[in-house]
């Protein structure tokens, strides 16, 4: 049975939401050769959205989760390396730098944009961040999902999507790579502002839930 750790910063998460986890968290079978970014999104009854950051290592059985109301995607990456390079540590020397880390992790301020989040992780090390501004389109490469898209994607396709999402048409995007398809699907929600996507969300979909493509409204 796969396991999984999760890790709550800056919002309560409702038990239906963590119920749904598991599957969000190993979507399909996959291979992890290397370790594999991506992210998901859940939606309750307000049409407010969950992102959900995973990190899945190398030849690992298990993946850490991270939740948030914030779509802070290089952010939410970087600490969950540092959750993992931490966790190694603790499992070498049985330090504690893991709980200090992740206690100040959770009671850390929403910094402004552009400026930057320090979280202390033990008594010589603060882990160090800068909050992306998402009043602006996203750069390259500071950008991990557009880089991944315009290396993934080719200028025609592009405009189809970008076209079919401002038609408000129903998209399917599929990929061998899970870190792709989510950094591919954000990076395109991403280029539409100052607009926003408002109907159904789905950067990642478990098999199990097929049923939605189904649905009669755009996606």
């Given at each position: 049975m796969r396991s999984f750790v999760k890790l709550v910063f800056l919002q309560k998460v409702p038990k239906e939401i963590l119920k749904s986890l598991p599957s969000f968290a190993y979507p399909c079978e996959f291979s992890n050769n290397a370790v594999?970014?991506?992210?998901?999104?859940?939606?309750?009854?307000?049409?407010?959205?969950?992102?959900?950051?995973?990190?899945?290592?190398?030849?690992?059985?298990?993946?850490?989760v991270i939740l948030s109301h914030l779509p802070w995607h290089e952010v939410f990456y970087k600490i969950l390396n540092h959750v993992a390079e931490l966790t190694n540590k603790e499992e070498a020397r049985k330090c504690k730098d893991l709980p200090v880390f992740l206690e100040n992790l959770y009671h850390a301020q929403i910094p402004d944009p552009g400026l930057q989040v320090h979280v202390l992780s033990s008594k010589n090390e603060d882990f160090v961040a800068t909050a992306p501004d998402h009043e602006k389109l996203p750069s390259?490469?500071?950008?991990r999902n557009m880089?991944?898209?315009?290396?993934?994607v080719d200028a025609q396709n592009m405009m189809i999507i970008f076209a079919s999402m401002l038609h408000e048409r129903r998209i399917l995007i599929s990929s061998k790579k899970l870190s792709r398809l989510s950094a591919c699907v954000q990076a395109a929600n991403a280029l539409i502002y100052p607009m926003h996507w408002q109907h159904i969300f789905i950067p990642v979909l478990p098999k199990h839930l097929s049923d939605y493509l189904s649905a009669p409204m755009p996606f």
């Open positions: 594999q970014h991506f992210s998901f999104v859940l939606t309750n009854i307000d049409s407010e959205w969950t992102f959900g950051f995973c990190r899945h290592a190398s030849n690992s059985s298990s993946c850490f390259i490469p500071e950008n880089t991944e898209y315009f290396n993934a």
